[in-house]
């Protein structure tokens, strides 16, 4: 990083002065920030130069007091340089303890990204997914070139971290890496995860991150009419690859599992609720959040489809579910052959279930997060909010009652 380096020497009185020496100091600042050691030097304060920052006179001991600060604004130089070629993080903590010749444990940015990241990677698959870890990847790479290219370093003490860097760092995702609105806010708040850790580990003392504005834009999430929905489940298929890929998407529809969770569910997660008929009892894999799913007729009923399967039977699955490259692929030939004009995805699917079939049908939207497996209703409460069509038909019950 660029950075903005000085030093001074200084007289620095005592409260409640009336004569004698006064100690000088040593002043190093880097990018407004500063440090003071004193020098071990004294003076009469009528024999210092503030301009020249050395002691005025002829006699021996002011030549040898001089050059004692000349001897150690060189070795303060020195540091300074030694860091640079070492392309260390500069800080004047760092030029300081570089010239006295101190080991000081400094952390640095992608120390932190990295450590984060190879604890992260051990957990894959049971606290986290792996889409997760590999977003946390991304981040480390993006912000790996971001500060090649934008101060000409490989990395960066995560003390010098502020708002200019990471308003720096928001404007080269959105710019060198095309990000959208909410790609960049997802990277930034991964970025802040990092900045949380280093503060609970004591490496920075303030949150660079604290007052910087984070928000996301709306996003319209696709679904499915009722409509569309049925023209799939009408659609006979000649290959046994669409009609499966076509029962696993429609199950999603009436379950509301994301792809993740649909490709691990066994026939162990589904027994009998509380009300007697079968229900899907599992922890989302994104998550881990527990989802209880009743289930209805439809998805019942693709689900005996499979209960022989060769497929299911060796593997222990409810049901064959292709790779979700190949499951997204088959499910665009799905749409064509449909003539629906959506991008069909295990995505759209989950949208489908908790829009279509349910909020469109009254079930409370409580009981909706709660089978989707979410954290917050508010995550809920985007779908609901594009369902003008739910809003009509409630009106027209009321309108009738009016009448």
Known sequence: MKTNFSMLFYMKKQKNYASG????????????????????????????NPKTGRLTGTKEDVKRSNAYLDNLQAMVY???????????????????NKFQGKDTATHTLLEAVKNHNKKMKALVGKQYAIGTLKRFEILERHLQAFMLEKYKVTDIEVKEINHAFISDFEFYLRTENSCAN????????????????????????????????????????????EE?????????????RLSQVKDVFLFCCYTGLAYADVQKLKLSNITKGVDGNHWI??????????SAIPLLPTAMTILDRYSKNEYCVIK???MPVASNQKLNEYLKEIATLCEIDKP?????????????????????????????GHTNIRTTQIY????????????????????
């Not at 991964?190 to 996003?219: A, E, T």
């Not at 569309?228 to 298929?237: N, Y």
């Not at 349910?358 to 909706?368: A, C, D, K, R």
């Open 281 to 290: 009892f599992t922890n989302r894999k994104k998550t881990n959040i527990r």
């Open 344 to 372: 069909l995805s295990s995505h759209i699917a989950r949208h489908t279930f908790a829009t279509t079939v349910t909020l469109l049908n009254g079930v409370p939207i409580e009981s909706v997060s709660k089978m989707l």
């Open 182 to 225: 909410n790609t960049a806010i997802r990277y930034l708040k991964n970025f802040g995860k990092i900045i949380r850790i280093c503060l609970n580990l004591k490496w920075i003392d303030n949150d660079p991150m604290f007052g910087y504005k984070l928000k996301s834009k709306p996003v319209e999430r696709p679904f499915l009419s």
């Open 21 to 48: 020496d006064s100690p000088i100091y040593l002043r190093i600042t880097v990018n407004g920030n500063r440090v003071e050691i004193t020098t071990g030097q004294e003076c009469k304060p009528e024999r210092w």
């Open 316 to 318: 222990d699955r409810a």
């Open 384 to 403: 609901a909010k594009v369902l003008d069509i739910k809003v009509g038909a409630d009106m027209a019950l009321l309108r009738d009652k009016y009448q």
């Open 228 to 240: 569309e929905l049925q023209r799939i489940a009408m659609k006979q298929f000649s290959t046994a």
């Open 78 to 96: 020195r540091a300074h340089k030694d860091l640079a070629q070492a392309d260390l993080p500069i800080t004047a903590e760092s030029i300081r």
